[in-house]
């Protein structure tokens, strides 16, 4: 059964679709609801749930890290099996490894914190588009501003400073891909009022909070792009309800949205002039006995 | 005779390997022999508190600066505070006192967990930002060596408040109040409410403000596992047991004004032991009493209420244990993703829960309905009198619907 193609197809159909995966949802959900007695497990069940989305996270997190330095935890590489267990004694039988331990990770997230700073000196001398661009640019993401070119960081993170002259011109379009932007970073993004593409796409440190914050862009926004965030949820997802204007939204490759086929049409059903770009509908459907692929070679059915 | 004798002679058999069972377990039990001589051993090496005659390593410590009677949420992030403001490692020594291991009755994991900026004193909207910048930042704050980051599975949805012609003013100067302090909160017209939500029915409500960042809902227990797991690596030292007893002494002092007042100091608390008239007293500098809804029986244990009635000495602590319900129902043609936590002008509320179409609601009874709190008992009719009627008036879709579990948090309310 094919995707509709306009959103005026959607409708019905998704009231056919939604009922299937919404049955499955609300039995895992109840599943661990109705066991609510012995609470312990429950709780473990519920807490135990979002450890394949954590299983993700922590790597990307400690991607430019090594040995000493990394979260260890839920995931290890496969050939630092021996060090991290190594690494795990000396942490629990002197202070001063854990110590080390423990500075190291909070210097990573000071590193964050560091490059999602905001620049109040260029926002005084040259407004506050230039400034949201020049954050942008330091990040490694690219920025348009409307009628111009794409201005964009070479390869050594080096970009042109002759956008300091746009002072009036709004900024359209920004592509903050891959970039380390957090809740304070979105400080600069959102002082951009007539933003209308934003992208998004794989922020490491992008999550459900950041997303509530989108509602200041409400006006303006057109097109927003989430793909491959590691830390996006659908409760993330459920306050896009006040981007009124978006035409086109991207929400594919979540991996922390527990039901994906589930959650697009609810945000579809959320969001209803948009055209939501996603994963696959069908994915969370068990196939019915009359639908299942026959295969005619074989003597016996599938 | 032969038959007396063979009796003997097997009982002394079993005598014989009563005692070998007595000596400590069969010889095939190695694992078990090896884990209780390091246990024995660590107890007499220094560190440990050593008792020579009898095993007291299930009990807390003789001493200890600081004692948290309670160990949910708010006596752990006591703890966590303590320990985190210390200027020297191991300045401070915390001692944290639970009664129930499981938390099976305690507030925090029964909560319905939502966090919200709308409050009429500035106060609370301050202390409500500070959580909720705590919560976001949870991953740096509780982040502990080699455990995977807590995802608190936040909601950020807000809480939308509905007011009748009756609360509009007070609704209008609070939001005001909200805004000064920095929350992000924005009032709504009728119309504009059913410009944004189409399933609610506006009759009745006048005015209505709605959280726009920063509110919503999470789950308390992950918070609840990540303090303990933070507090444990910091150093602080758990205990199981129930707090019976303080031990205080009182002096006549006199004020920088002259006037006389007693000074009450509590020097011990006894901590008593699960299932065991067995108590450890331990000498302490401060106690804090983080109950929770028993509170009020830990301030009279100090004797806090205990004077004449008029005088501070005689105020009791006003924090009794009260009862909710909380429902847990399945409506098909529910409100969607979108729905943020509605509280109605009557008081009754609702949330959305997961993806499937459930929902999550209750309402606060009245002073005179209040429900006895000593039986645990859950009242279905409540639900269809007192619950249900407003919530089906205030959102249609609500007409149909089939509850699914009734939950009785006790939760602990100032009176």
Known sequence: MAAPRTVGDRSSWNLQNRSLLAASAFRT???????KGPRLQAQFLLSSLPNKSLRLVVPIWNRSTRGIRGLGGAVAPEGNQKKRTLLQFLSDHFYDVMALREFLLRMQMLKVHQKNRAFPHIEEKHGPYIAGAFFILKQGGAVKFRDKEWVRPNERGHFSLEFLQFQAVPVEAVDASGCNINYEGLNSLLALKELRSLSLRC???????????????????????????PRISERGLACLHHL???????????????????????????????????????EGLKLGPEEQPQDTASPVPA | MLRRALQLGWSRGLFIRRLGTRRGGSSLDWDGNI???KKKIQSFLPGGTWNPLYDTSHLPPEQSDVVIVGGGVLGLSVAYW???????????RVLVVERDHTYSQ??????????????????????????????RNIN??????????LDLQFNPSGYLFLASEKGAAIMESNVKVQRQEGAKVCLMSPEQLRNKFPWINTEGVALASYGLEDEGWFDPWCLLQGLRRKVQSMGVLFCQGEVTRFTSSSDRMKTASEKEVILKRIHEVHVKMDNSLEYQPVECAIVINAAGAWSGQIAELAGIGKGLPGTLQGTKLPVEPRKRYVYLWHCPQGPGLEAPLVID??????????????????????????PDPGNLEVDHDFFQDKVWPPLAQRVPAFETLKVCLVECPSASAGT
């Open chain 2, 35 to 37: 884990s209780e001589i």
């Open chain 1, 244 to 282: 009124q204007n978006l035409r086109r939204l991207d929400i594919s490759d979540l991996p922390a949205v527990s039901n994906p086929g589930l959650t697009q049409i609810l945000v579809e059903e959320m969001l209803p002039n948009c055209e939501v770009v996603g994963t696959n509908w069908a």
């Open chain 1, 29 to 35: 959900s109840l599943g661990d609801q109705a066991s």
């Open chain 1, 203 to 229: 922020c490491p440190h992008l999550d459900d909070w950041c997303l509530s914050r989108l509602h200041s862009l409400a006006n303006s926004l057109e097109e927003l792009s989430l793909a491959g965030c």
């Open chain 2, 82 to 92: 303590l320990k985190k403001l210390e200027k020297i490692q191991g300045g401070i």
């Open chain 2, 140 to 149: 740096e704050h509780l982040a502990v060596v080699d455990a995977p980051p």
């Open chain 2, 345 to 370: 002008s009557s008081g009754a509320y609702f949330r959305r829960e997961g993806l499937g179409n459930n929902y999550l609601g209750g309402r606060s009874p009245t002073e005179e309905e209040e």
């Open chain 2, 106 to 135: 305690a507030s925090t994991g029964l909560s319905v967990g939502g966090i919200r900026q709308q409050f009429s004193l500035p106060e609370n909207i301050q202390l409500s930002l500070f959580s909720v910048s705590f919560l």
